[in-house]
């Protein structure tokens, strides 16, 4: 704890100095949920260590670009990078990624774990899991699964379903999560993988059926929803915010930071803004996210390799 408390200080602007602000560079626009997150996050942060903490959005090219410009920063903690799921998927996905996920950056801590659930269209002839795997199986190709943004962990979690079921389902790729939505609601496609705050809404007014989460356990905000992984062995899905800076960041500016993260993590605020996407605050030590982030790749590689899926 000692050592930790030094670090903080240490990183800590002096009294009365004017150290430049502490970016946090998201790889998406404002308003969604990894800006929010950043947000959040940045304010408690900021209280802690006594600098000012600000957000600056770089979107495109699935978060690459964020993590581009932060990988090329300088290694002084300045200059960070609050990244989610597609930092891992990227990394089979794209052909040419103009920096090492894992050799370019520093892990700095998780901040939080996000799961999903599959929804079908409300007459979908199938009740739950059990019966939905019998129906797609005895109708190879016959259904289809909208995809709100190809790469992302919605469409990764579709592909593992696919993959260790067996399953033969077309998708159908959409320009966002509200036109997939839409069609679904429509019947023009058969199901998707959709983040809570998307499906609720329609949950609740039979619009939409929800048939099992992508947790290993049971979510409060989804009663009588069991998980995936009930009906086929193994099945988990979930996506994941992060921080990280350049590598190179010197040992107590990790320390610092690490520790500035975690308490925010921790706040009874942080806590409640995730409840509405039924997503879990989640901090690690250093190590343990860059452990996390190479087997993640490695898990993602085998679905985009399962999928065929690459981009130039």
Not at 23 to 31: C, F, I, R, S, Y
Not at 194 to 200: E, G, I, K, R
Not at 267 to 296: I, M, Y
Request: with cysteine; hydrophobic share 45%; glycine share 8%.
């Amino acid at each position: 704890m000692g050592c930790a408390i030094a670090a903080a200080c240490a990183f800590a602007a002096p009294s009365g100095a004017q150290e430049a602000a502490i970016k946090l560079v998201v790889g998406a626009p404002p308003g969604g949920t990894t800006d929010t997150v950043a947000r959040s996050i940045g304010q408690r942060m900021s209280h802690d260590l006594k600098r000012t903490v600000v957000v600056e959005n770089r979107p495109g090219a699935g978060g690459n670009i964020a993590a581009d410009y932060v990988a090329k920063s300088k290694a002084d903690g300045s200059t960070l990078l609050v990244t989610f799921t597609s930092f891992s998927i990227n990394a089979s996905l794209y052909r040419n990624l103009p920096f090492d996920p894992v050799r370019d950056f520093t892990p700095i801590s998780m901040l939080a774990n996000v799961p999903s659930v599959l929804v079908t269209r409300k007459d979908f002839p199938a009740k739950n899991m059990a019966e939905f795997l019998r129906e797609v199986k005895a109708h190879p190709s016959k259904y289809t699964m909208a995809i709100g943004a190809l790469g992302s962990s919605l469409h990764m979690a579709g592909e593992r379903m696919k993959m260790m079921a067996g399953l033969e389902i077309l998708n159908v790729p959409y320009k966002g999560t509200s036109p997939a939505i839409t069609d679904l609601l429509g019947g023009q496609v058969d199901m998707m993988f959709a983040s809570s705050l998307n499906a609720l809404p329609h949950m609740k007014s039979g619009a939409l059926k929800p048939l099992g989460v992508t947790s290993p356990q049971p979510l409060p905000q989804f009663p009588g929803v069991p998980p995936i992984g009930d009906a086929i062995k193994g099945f988990e899905s979930n996506a994941w915010f992060a921080l990280f800076g350049p590598a190179g960041l010197p040992p107590e500016t990790v320390a610092a930071l690490n520790g500035a993260a975690r308490k925010a993590v921790d706040t009874p605020e942080f806590r409640r803004l995730l409840e509405g996407e039924a997503a879990t605050a989640v901090s690690s030590t250093p190590q343990a996210l860059g452990d996390f982030v190479r087997e993640d790749i490695a898990r993602y590689a085998e679905i985009v390799k399962f999928t065929g899926a690459t981009v130039d």
